[in-house]
């Protein structure tokens, strides 16, 4: 099972940007999904979250400014963030709760983390 993260860049403030996620493997169950941001200097926090049942969860810093969404279909989540100001300046990183099915055919839970996509805000 991997998860790839994409997205990041350079952006004014005000401006938006997109984050994507996408999780790879056979035979997998995927139940939460989410984002974290790790800024320099700080410890890791969460960003948002979002369940299988499509419930979601933010972070008092980017509520109303950011939106979690998912793809079942393509095992992707998505962060759209908006209104972005230089706080927000941090690495990304996607997790997810996922249960897949082993080489040796037995089944195996577990968060996976992608490996972080930078997201730089200039004031």
């Known amino acids: 099972v991997q998860l790839q993260a994409f997205g990041g860049g350079l952006v004014q403030t005000g401006g938006s940007l997109t984050l994507s996620c996408a999780a790879s493997?056979?035979?997998?169950?995927?139940?939460?999904m989410g984002w974290y941001r790790q800024a320099p200097g700080k410890q890791r926090e969460l960003v948002a979250t979002?369940?299988?049942?499509?419930?979601?969860h933010y972070a008092d810093s980017v509520k109303a400014r950011f939106t979690i969404s998912r793809d079942k279909s393509k095992s992707s989540v998505y962060l759209h963030m908006n209104n972005l100001k230089p706080e927000d300046t941090a690495v990304y990183y996607c997790?997810?709760?996922?249960?897949?099915?082993?080489?040796?055919?037995?089944?195996?839970?577990?968060?996976?983390w992608g490996q972080g996509t930078l997201v730089t805000v200039s004031s």
């Open positions: 979002i369940s299988s049942g499509g419930e979601t």
């Open positions: 493997g056979s035979s997998m169950v995927i139940l939460d």
């Open positions: 997790k997810a709760d996922i249960t897949y099915r082993s080489v040796s055919d037995e089944w195996v839970a577990g968060y996976h």
